[in-house]
């Protein structure tokens, strides 16, 4: 079991991206919400491993959440990450997304919460996955497909951000909690 903390975008962006995953699924690619129906669209800013104090993870969110000015998100590619199949749309690297996102990794670190690497300032890809799983001589198809059904670049704010508890075999997501974004 680990914990992840995630971004979510404004409505009208999160329906645009439920959209292409429609699209996808119609199409026979395996979308996110295909696994996990209660998943929303989200960036993963962290993921971390054996959380015992539940309580403590909350509480840095809570702060972290309450402490951030608005965030706007310009979503202006599209990219794969063939190794694991994964099609993604991807925000410009803002110097406030990458300090937001610094910021709560620092805070999880000094409370010697173990993170993922792979979400480490220095090794992070911000990205908000359309679809998972694809065999590498579909993800040409999956790109076509999001961009009939996405306009890029698409102007998202920073709704809030939650905390998710995710088992893997077989994967289980359970929403723990949610922060709205600067309150």
């Known amino acids: 079991m680990r914990h992840v903390v995630v971004l979510y ?23 996110p919400s295909q696994a996990a129906p209660e998943l929303r669209p989200h960036l993963t800013l962290v ?6 104090d539940e309580p403590t993870l909350m509480d840095i969110v809570r702060r972290y959440a309450y402490e951030r000015a608005p ?10 990450f063939p190794s694991s199949g994964v099609v993604f749309l991807a925000p410009a690297p803002s110097s406030a997304l990458l300090k937001d996102h610094e910021e709560l990794y620092d805070r999880a670190d000094r409370q010697q919460l173990v993170a993922d690497r792979r979400y480490a300032p220095d090794s992070w890809t ?12 579909r993800l040409g198809r999956a790109v076509e497909l999001v961009l009939e059904e996405v306009k890029l670049p698409m102007i998202s704010m920073v709704g809030s951000v939650g905390i998710l508890r995710v088992a893997n075999d077989p994967v289980r997501i359970e929403r723990v909690r949610d922060f709205e974004w600067g309150r």
């Open 9 to 31: 975008l404004d409505e009208g962006s999160e329906g645009r991206m439920r959209q292409a995953q429609a699209r996808l699924a119609k199409e026979g690619f395996a979308t």
């Open 126 to 137: 911000p990205h908000c996955t359309i679809a998972a799983g694809l065999p590498r001589e």
């Open 71 to 80: 965030l706007g998100l310009r979503l202006e590619s599209l990219g794969v």
């Open 47 to 52: 993921s971390l491993g054996g959380v015992e």
